[in-house]
C-alpha cells in the first residue's frame, strides 16, 4: 500500500504526518510554525522531507493560494505565506514525487472520500473561516478549471453594497459570509441602526465587535445581535442558492470554525425551498481538522 508524506501549509502553522492510501495516519501529526522568509520555509519543508522520504512513496502537499494544472507551484498571490512562495517549484524539494493542491479542494475531496459526502459523486464543500473556500465534485472527479485554480467560490459576488473584500474587490462573497463577514456587517449595523442602542454591546467602539460577541449575543437574546446574524445567514444561503442551481450537487459539506454556529437543517430548508434544481442536502465535514492533508495525499495518490 503507498505511504505519503502529506504537508499542510498555512499562513500560521505547518502540520505533517504520513497517511496511506486509505487515509490512515502512520505516524504521529508534527507541527511547525511557518517561518516568515522563504528560504527558511523552503529548507524547513526539505528537513521535513528528508526526513520521511525512505519511508514514503510520495509528498503531497495542500496550501492556501490558486495551484497550478501539473499541481506543481501556487500562482496566485498568498498574502499570509511568505513572499517569492509563488516561485517555488514543489516537483523539486524531493528526489520522490511531489504534489500540491490547494487546501479547500483537498479538503473536498478527503468529505468526499472518507468523510460526509461518501458516495456522492456530485458534492461540493464550502470552508466558512476567515475567508470562504470552496472544492467542487463533479462525476465524481475534482473540478479544477483550465488553469487548476476553479472553485475560487469566495470571489463570486452578491449583494452590490460595495463592500470591499481583502482582495481589493468589491462585494466577493466571502466580504459578507465568512467569519470576518460577519464582523463587518455588525460593524455596518452598529453604524447604521438604531437596534444597536439597545445592545448589550452598546458601550463597544464599532469595530471592536468580535465574531464572538455576536454569538454570545444571540445566546443572551441581543436583537442587534440577532438581526446581525440573521443577514450573514441571509448573505451565505443566497452564495449556496447559487451554487446549489449551477451545480445540482446531492450535497454541500460546510467546514470551518463558522460551521458550528449553523443549523443545517434550516440553511437545507431555506435553499431547498428557492431553487429550481432537485433538493440538496446540507452536512457539517466529518474528515476533522486534517481533511487538508488526507485529501491532497488521496489525490496524490491518484495522480501517481
Ligand atoms: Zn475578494
Redesign the pocket.
Known amino acids: 500500500m503507498k505511504k505519503i508524506l502529506a504537508i499542510d501549509a498555512g499562513g500560521t502553522k505547518i502540520t505533517c504526518a504520513v497517511i496511506n492510501e486509505n487515509g490512515n495516519f502512520l505516524t504521529e501529526i508534527e507541527k511547525y510554525q511557518t517561518p516568515k522568509k522563504i528560504d527558511e520555509l523552503i529548507s524547513l519543508f526539505k528537513t521535513i522531507i528528508s526526513k520521511h522520504e525512505n519511508n514514503i512513496d510520495m509528498t503531497a502537499f495542500a496550501t492556501a493560494g490558486a495551484v497550478n494544472i501539473t499541481n506543481t507551484k501556487v500562482d496566485s498571490s498568498t498574502p499570509n505565506m511568505p513572499s517569492g512562495y509563488n516561485e517555488l517549484d514543489f516537483s523539486q524539494l524531493s528526489n520522490k514525487p511531489v504534489f500540491v493542491e490547494n487546501d479547500a479542494n483537498a479538503a473536498a475531496w478527503a468529505e468526499y472520500k472518507i468523510g460526509a459526502a461518501q458516495g456522492e459523486d456530485n458534492t461540493i464543500t464550502i470552508t466558512l473561516g476567515t475567508g470562504v473556500g470552496g472544492g467542487f465534485i463533479v462525476n465524481g472527479r475534482l473540478l479544477r478549471g483550465k488553469s487548476g485554480r476553479a472553485g475560487e467560490v469566495?470571489?463570486m459576488k452578491i449583494n452590490g453594497q460595495k463592500r470591499i473584500?481583502?482582495?481589493?474587490?468589491f462585494d466577493?462573497w466571502?466580504?459578507y459570509a465568512s467569519g470576518s463577514g460577519l464582523k463587518k456587517t455588525s460593524e455596518q449595523i452598529a453604524k447604521t441602526d438604531n437596534i444597536f442602542k439597545s445592545s448589550i454591546f452598546n458601550t463597544k467602539k464599532f469595530e471592536d465587535i468580535t465574531t464572538y460577541d455576536i454569538i454570545d449575543g444571540l445566546n443572551q437574546n441581543d436583537e442587534y445581535s440577532k438581526k446581525v446574524f440573521d443577514i450573514w445567514k441571509q448573505d451565505l444561503i443566497v452564495g449556496l442558492i447559487n451554487i446549489t442551481n449551477i451545480f445540482d450537487p446531492e450535497s454541500i459539506i460546510i467546514s470551518g470554525g463558522m460551521g458550528k454556529f449553523i443549523n443545517t437543517d434550516e440553511i437545507q430548508n431555506a435553499i431547498n425551498s428557492e431553487i429550481v434544481v432537485s433538493p440538496v442536502k446540507i452536512k457539517l465535514a466529518k474528515a476533522g481538522n486534517y481533511s487538508g492533508m488526507i485529501g491532497a495525499a488521496l489525490l496524490a495518490c491518484q495522480k501517481f
Open positions: 469566495g470571489s473584500c481583502t482582495c481589493n474587490r466577493c466571502e466580504s
